[in-house]
């Protein structure tokens, strides 16, 4: 199974190098100690949607929050073609489904329905 990978904001891994130590915190950090309940020592994945993705180790969990260790740090590309997801409404969960699905396959969802969706995604 891969390390799971949580998304921060532009920039906030521009000073990532190895040995350094990186917070996760809010709605990530959230989902990350509280729902996922990972742990001293589990590996993870952190990506400020520039290309740069940082592979590290959990050092310390607490409610919100996980401390990360960088192990390294790689630079990648934007993918070729470009894919971008724009969901119309849907009964149920199923618009909320497909918005989750298109963030695991690296789509980016464009529009204000989409980005709220994804907003809801990441705050479970």
């Known amino acids: 199974?891969?390390?799971p990978l949580f998304l921060l904001g532009?920039?906030?891994l521009d000073e990532a190098s190895a040995g350094a130590e990186l917070v996760l915190?809010?709605?990530?950090g959230r989902h990350a100690a509280d729902v996922l309940r990972l742990a001293a020592d589990?590996?993870?994945l952190?990506?400020?949607g520039s290309g740069v993705l940082v592979h590290g180790r959990v050092v310390a969990a607490a409610r919100g929050r996980l401390d990360v260790e960088v192990d390294r740090v790689e630079w990648r590309?934007?993918?070729e073609p470009r894919?971008?997801?724009v969901q119309a409404l849907a009964k149920g969960d199923r618009d909320l489904l497909a918005v989750e699905a298109g963030v695991r396959m690296t789509v980016i969802p464009e529009g204000r329905v989409c980005q709220e969706?994804?907003?809801l995604y990441q705050a479970d």
């Open 1 to 3: 199974m891969s390390a």
């Open 83 to 85: 894919l971008v997801l």
């Open 42 to 44: 589990e590996p993870v």
């Open 117 to 119: 969706m994804l907003a």
């Open 46 to 48: 952190l990506s400020d």
């Open 77 to 79: 590309p934007a993918p």
């Open 10 to 12: 532009p920039g906030d």
């Open 25 to 28: 915190d809010g709605p990530e």
